[in-house]
C-alpha cells in the first residue's frame, strides 16, 4: 500500500484542478497586476474574479476581501492593526489558539502593555459563554475578542454566532482564526457579528503561502506590511497571482462538494473512532468527537505504553502520516500547549489524525492493524 497521510490539519496535497488552473496562470499571465499595460490589466482582472469569488463564499463584500501570504499573516494583521488603528486596550481569547495568535498577543502584551485575558475551558476545550459575558461585562476599555472557530489540534468547534452577538451587545471587536474550518463549514459573515476572519488555501487542497482576510468594511486599519499600493493600499508587495487564483479554485470546489465530503469523511472519521474502541483497551480522545467536532480532526490520546515515546515514529515507518500537534511548531515533539489546557491525564499519548475526502475505508484498516501491531495486540503471521 501507497504511504497514508492523515495530516490534513497541517496541509492537504493540491488538487489537480487547482493545479491546473495555477500552471495555465504561470504560463500565460505573467504580467505583475499593478502594471497598466495588457498583460498587467489581465493579471489584475484575474485577482479581482479571485476576490469576488471568495468574497461570494462568504457572502461578503469585494471590498471586505485582502489576500495575504496565509493565515499566520491575517491573524497577526488583525490583532496588531487592531490594537494600533482601533483604540483596543485589552485582548479576550482562549488558551489553545494557534502559535499564531498566542505569540501574537504575547508580544502585544509585552510590548504595548495591552491587557490580556485567558478564559477558562473545559476539558473537551469548549470555553463558557458566562464567563466570556462576564469578562466583557467588567471592562470600560475598548476590547478585541479573539477566539478561533475550530481547534487545529483538536477540532473543538466554538460558536460563532453566539460569540459575535456577546461582542455586539458589549461592542467589542470580534476576530476567528478560522483557517481550518473555511471550505469545510458555511460561514455566512452578514449572520455574524464579525470583524475580522483569516483563512488560508493550503487547509482546502490549494497552495501553500496563501491566504485572506476579510476585515469589516466598519472597522478599517491602516496596512501591516508596507510598500505599493496593493490590495486597495492594504498591503504592500506584488501579489501571488498563481496562488491568489489557485484558492479560489480550491475554496469553490470545496464548496461545491461541501456537503458530500462532509458526509464521507464524517463517515470514515467514526469508523476510526469505533475501530479504535474495539481494539485498544483504555483509548480515549481528546477534545470534542460528535457534533461539536470538526469533523476532519480526530485527536486520539493512546493508553500509557512504552512504545508511546515512539509512536509516531513507527507510524511513519509503517508509511502513516500522523501529528504530535501542530505542524506549524514540528521539529523535535514538544508537549501541546492546547492539550495541556485541557488538563487530562498526563501519561497519555496525543496523535492527531486529520482526514479528507481523498483518505478510504481501506486505509483506516491498514492503520489499525500496525496500530494494534505496535502495541502488541496482535502479533502478524
Same mark, same amino acid.
Given at each position: ?15 489537480? @484542478? ?25 493579471? %489584475? ?5 479571485? %476576490?469576488?469569488?471568495?468574497? /461570494?463564499?462568504? /457572502? ?12 499566520? @499573516?491575517? $491573524? ?46 473545559? @476539558? ?9 459575558? @462576564? ?80 476585515? $469589516?468594511?466598519? $472597522? ?14 492594504? %498591503? ?41 474502541? $474495539? /481494539? ?37 515507518? /509503517? ?32 496523535? %492527531? ?29
Amino acid at each position: 500500500m501507497n504511504r497514508i497521510y492523515l495530516d490534513n490539519a497541517a496541509t492537504t496535497h493540491i488538487d489537480q @484542478e487547482v493545479i491546473d488552473i495555477m500552471v495555465d496562470v504561470m504560463q500565460t499571465h505573467y504580467g505583475n497586476p499593478s502594471s497598466i499595460h495588457t498583460e498587467g490589466r489581465k493579471a %489584475r482582472a484575474l485577482i479581482e474574479v479571485a %476576490r469576488k469569488s471568495v468574497a /461570494n463564499a462568504l /457572502n461578503a463584500s469585494i471590498s471586505e476581501i485582502y489576500f495575504t501570504s496565509g493565515g499566520t @499573516e491575517s $491573524n497577526n494583521t488583525a490583532l496588531k492593526c487592531a490594537v494600533r488603528d482601533l483604540n483596543i486596550k485589552r485582548i479576550i481569547s482562549t488558551k489553545f489558539e494557534h502559535h499564531c495568535v498566542s505569540h501574537s498577543l504575547s508580544h502585544i502584551q509585552r510590548h504595548q502593555g495591552i491587557e490580556v485575558v485567558l478564559l477558562d475551558n473545559c @476539558e473537551k476545550g469548549n470555553i463558557d459563554l458566562a464567563q466570556l459575558e @462576564e469578562s466583557l461585562a467588567s471592562g470600560n476599555t475598548k476590547t478585541l475578542v479573539s477566539i478561533m472557530h475550530a481547534n487545529n489540534e483538536i477540532g473543538t468547534i466554538s460558536d460563532m454566532k453566539a460569540i459575535g452577538e456577546l461582542c455586539r451587545q458589549y461592542n467589542a471587536i470580534y476576530h476567528s482564526d478560522t483557517v481550518q474550518t473555511i471550505g469545510h463549514l458555511p460561514i455566512d459573515v452578514s449572520q455574524l457579528n464579525i470583524h475580522f476572519l483569516s483563512g488560508a488555501a493550503h487547509k482546502i487542497h490549494g497552495p501553500k503561502g496563501t491566504g485572506f482576510l476579510y476585515i $469589516n468594511s466598519d $472597522n478599517l486599519i491602516e496596512p501591516f506590511i508596507d510598500g505599493g499600493s496593493q490590495e486597495k493600499n492594504m %498591503r504592500g508587495g506584488t501579489e501571488n497571482l498563481h496562488g491568489i487564483v489557485g484558492m479560489a479554485k480550491s475554496l469553490e470546489l470545496a464548496y461545491q462538494h461541501m456537503d458530500e465530503r462532509k458526509t464521507y469523511i464524517t463517515e470514515l472519521k467514526n469508523y476510526f473512532i469505533e475501530q479504535l474502541k $474495539n /481494539n485498544i483497551p483504555n483509548i480515549d480522545f481528546n477534545g470534542e468527537i460528535g457534533e461539536n467536532s470538526l469533523y476532519t480532526v480526530l485527536n486520539v490520546a493512546f493508553p500509557e505504553h512504552p512504545k508511546n515515546e515512539m509512536l509516531l515514529m513507527n507510524l511513519d515507518i /509503517n508509511g502513516i502520516s500522523a501529528s504530535g500537534g501542530s505542524a506549524c511548531t514540528s521539529g523535535a515533539e514538544k508537549g501541546s500547549h492546547v492539550i495541556a489546557a485541557l488538563n487530562k491525564d498526563t501519561f497519555r499519548k496525543a496523535v %492527531r489524525f486529520s482526514f479528507s475526502h481523498h483518505n478510504t475505508f481501506e486505509e483506516i484498516d491498514y492503520v489499525m492493524q500496525k496500530l494494534k501491531m505496535i502495541y502488541g495486540i496482535e502479533v502478524p503471521a
